[in-house]
């Protein structure tokens, strides 16, 4: 099971973006060739609204 190599919190599958989502360090990993790239400095920070539209859909 993958965690959030920076909070070691539950991540969460992204089908859109093709990315894991980690909620407590509002983080997003790729996914290249089937592979997460766990790498804090390769990660996409998530700005606010995208941290509300996550929490509203991952958190239910």
């Known amino acids: 099971m993958l965690v959030c190599p920076v909070t070691k919190s539950k ?3 992204n089908k859109v ?3 894991l989502i980690s909620l407590p360090a509002r983080l997003a990993f790729k996914i290249k060739d089937d592979i997460p790239v766990m790498l804090e400095s390769e990660a996409r920070q998530i700005d606010h609204d ?4 996550f ?3 991952f958190l239910k």
């Open 11 to 13: 991540l969460y599958y």
């Open 17 to 19: 973006s093709n990315e």
């Open 50 to 53: 995208e941290y509300e539209k």
């Open 55 to 57: 929490k509203e859909l």
